[in-house]
């Protein structure tokens, strides 16, 4: 089993950047693929950015392409996802999570406590 908290949310105004961080204990790191979902109040929880094993591959989800970037530090067992020209559209609870690289909830078996970001216009 693997742990996951996450960090470095808050309130940030539009155009603005904040950089999450999610700490990982547990199982070895290296063996996960690694993710970051979003849910905003009344909408389903929705992919956002994903990392492989080795973090030479990754993806995201169009509305995030350009201006977030997921990167992982697996000598430290650490994900992060920095976000650069915030939009009040990017305000939701942020999740870490582990599993296999992909951009479903299925693809994940291990999830964070989420993290809320909110950006003001």
């Known amino acids: 089993q693997v742990q996951l908290v996450e960090s470095g949310g808050g309130l940030v105004q539009a155009g603005g950047s904040l950089r999450l961080s999610c700490a990982t204990s547990?199982?070895?790191?290296?063996?996960?693929?690694m993710g970051w979902f979003r849910q905003a109040p009344g909408k389903e929880r929705e992919f956002v950015a994903t990392?492989?094993?080795?973090?030479?591959?990754?993806a995201y989800t169009d509305s995030v392409k350009g201006r977030f970037t997921i990167s992982r530090d697996n000598a430290k067992n650490m994900v992060y996802l920095q976000m650069n020209s915030l939009k009040p559209e990017d305000t939701a609870v942020y999740y870490c999570?582990?599993?296999?690289?992909?951009?479903?909830?299925?693809?994940?078996?291990?999830w964070g406590q989420g993290t809320q970001v909110t950006v003001s216009s």
């Open positions: 990392i492989s094993l080795s973090g030479v591959r990754t």
């Open positions: 999570a582990a599993g296999s690289y992909g951009s479903t909830r299925r693809d994940y078996y291990a």
């Open positions: 547990g199982r070895i790191f290296s063996n996960y693929a």
